[in-house]
Structures are given as C-alpha cells and as structure tokens.
C-alpha cells in the first residue's frame, strides 16, 4: 500500500483505520498517510472502499491539501456505515477533469480525509489513479 506503480496511469492505495487512530468532525481533514502527490501529477479518478462499516452513521470526505485545497474535492459525504466492500467513486467539485488530464497537481501536497460525523470503528481504503509526471 502507499507505493505508486510504474504506469502510465498509476494507482495507490491508502488505508485509514478509524480504531487505531479515531477522527472527530471538528478535528477537520488529516493527510492520508502514503498517498502523497508531486507536483506534476493528474488525478484522474478517486476510489473509498469501506472494509469495516463504522456501526453508526458517518460521512466520509475525501479532498487534498493544494493551496486551493477542498476538502470533499473528490468525494463527498459517502456513507461510512455502508456494507463491507462497498466502493464510492469520485463525485466531488473534482469529478470533473481539464482537458480530459484530472485534477492538475501544481505543489506537492496530500490526499486528506475528513469526516462529517465522529468515526471510531471503520476501517477504509482510498484508491487513487494518477497520472504520474513523465508518464
């Protein structure tokens, strides 16, 4: 998890788990550790499998933390208590691409996570595919 593959469309995994390390609605967004981006990528498409459901209601945002950072960029409010193995594809301000290239990545920065209501139990996995600089 966390490695970029050598493609021209790379993909990386990062998985948060809300037991070992809970997230308050007010805490606001936290970097998703191993999905950091360069400067020069293109994110193309945003993927949050839940593997473990929250047990209690739970909206999960998923944004980066550019300069023009939005924290539900990619995906917004998808349901943290959803049965295990289900999968939100990005629809955020983001879903929509420049010239067909994804969202532009003009300073190194992190995909972030952030959630609506307290999350202590689930267990996710943020999926994304980049175009990579020099591919």
């Known amino acids: 998890m966390g490695q970029w593959s050598n493609e021209s469309v ?3 995994t990062g998985r ?3 037991g070992k390390n809970p997230l ?3 805490a606001g967004a ?3 550790p ?3 981006l360069p400067v020069g990528a293109h994110v193309v498409g945003v993927y949050l499998k839940i593997v473990v459901a929250e047990g209690g209601t739970c ?3 998923i944004g980066d933390d550019l300069p023009t950072a ?3 960029g990619y995906i917004s409010n998808a349901d943290g208590n959803a049965t295990a193995g289900s999968i939100t594809v990005t629809a955020g301000a983001f879903a929509t691409t420049v010239n067909g290239q994804g969202r ?3 300073a190194a920065c992190n995909m972030t996570i952030d959630v609506d209501n307290d999350a202590d139990t689930a267990v996710v996995d943020v999926i994304v595919y980049a175009r990579m600089p020099g591919n």
């Open 34 to 36: 191993g999905l950091d």
């Open 104 to 106: 532009p990545i003009t």
């Open 30 to 32: 936290r970097a998703i």
């Open 24 to 26: 308050t609605a007010a």
């Open 10 to 12: 790379a993909k990386a």
């Open 70 to 72: 939005d924290p539900d």
């Open 59 to 61: 909206g999960i945002d």
């Open 16 to 18: 948060v788990d809300f």
